[in-house]
């Protein structure tokens, strides 16, 4: 049974981790070996990972490392591939990484079968998975305040709730700014910098953590947050007064991407876990390990996410999105940030 074992050595300040065969076998690596590195942003990344391994024979090395820093540390590199394979993050951070020359291009057959709204056109990144983007609550701070749990978007910019919803700095969280970029295309730019600068004046703080908006609604001191709704938070509210809330007028998304990191050492392994990763039995396996729902239009979107359907999700272009990334976090910074 493929098991995971960490190292003492280190990449940078990141410990590696290398998923093998045979519970608690002493670890012998022979340069035929075949090998994968990974830089990961995705839940159950571990087992999926062992999955792949079971499936391929193929070790992995993984390093797990947000989107935002695979970008920073790639850029202070030199543009030098940290590993072989970026797997999971939000896609405009691969479409920042594509212009900067930092991927390299490969169309998977199986990419086929991807819509074209989750990949890009030439094949330097594909979807995944589709990150949703919505509200937790905490329902008894909300009695506590006298609020009702917000159902729209819209209702967070209301007088009441003043102080009462948190919100992470887009420019550290994929998932606010996915919110801003999908809610723009929405509305439009002029009515969408009303709403979030409305939305800014009931917002006590712009947290530095991505993670602070959830925590501190499972832990009673938030009302509200803007959160991606994984399934670990879509199940709280049956052990807790936590609850996750798809906006009725319209839920942001993004695709969650795989990537081939240009001069990798290892590209025939990297391509090999792209195919697999697109796969119908990937694609199901990777869903059985965090139910998301995937690109391929035909595995079925998982049952913790019941009630929500294709069109629930705001029709937007990613690739715009991406390129309008700088534009939209200076918008951001000059209209939201520095209220007065």
Not at 77 to 90: R, S
Request: aromatic share 8%.
């Amino acid at each position: 049974m493929p098991h995971v074992l960490r190292f003492g050595k280190a990449i940078g300040f990141v410990s590696l981790i290398v998923f093998l065969c045979d519970l608690g076998a002493t670890v012998a690596v022979s340069a035929e070996q075949p090998t994968l590195t990974v830089v990961a942003a995705y839940d159950g990344k571990g087992e999926i990972f062992t999955e792949f391994h079971k499936k391929t024979g193929i070790l992995i090395y993984f390093l797990d490392m947000s989107s935002g820093e695979v970008l920073a540390r790639t850029e202070a590199e030199g543009g030098k591939p940290l590993a072989d394979l970026w797997f999971g993050g939000a896609a405009d951070s691969f479409i920042k990484a594509r212009e900067e020359g930092l991927l390299e291009a490969y169309r998977s057959p199986e990419a086929e079968a991807v819509p074209a709204q989750y990949k890009d056109p030439d094949g330097y990144w594909t979807g995944v998975s589709l990150v949703l983007a919505g509200l937790l609550v905490n329902t008894d701070v909300l009695a506590e305040k006298n609020l009702p749990v917000p159902q729209i978007w819209a209702d967070l910019i209301k007088p009441e709730y003043k102080d009462a919803v948190l919100v992470a700095d887009p420019a550290i969280s994929a998932t606010t700014f996915t919110v801003a970029a999908c809610l723009l295309q929405k509305m439009g730019q002029e009515e969408g910098w009303k709403y979030f600068e409305a939305l800014g004046k009931n917002v006590p703080f712009f947290t530095k953590s991505s993670s602070d908006p959830q925590k501190k609604v499972v832990n009673g001191e938030m009302a509200v947050s803007i959160v991606p709704l994984s399934k670990d938070l879509i199940t709280l509210k049956t052990k807790s007064p936590v609850q996750a809330i798809f906006p009725k007028d319209g839920i942001p998304w993004m695709p969650s991407a795989v990537a081939i990191f240009k001069n990798a050492r290892n590209p025939t392994a990297a391509k090999a876990f792209v195919d697999w990763a697109l796969s119908v039995e990937g694609q199901k396996i990777i869903q059985g390990k965090d139910p998301r729902i995937m690109v391929r239009p035909e595995i079925a979107i998982p049952k913790e996410m019941d009630g929500v359907v294709l069109e629930d999700l705001i029709s937007a272009d990613i690739n715009t999105i991406g390129a309008e990334r700088q534009q939209i976090l200076a918008a951001w910074t000059r209209r939201v940030t520095a209220k007065p």
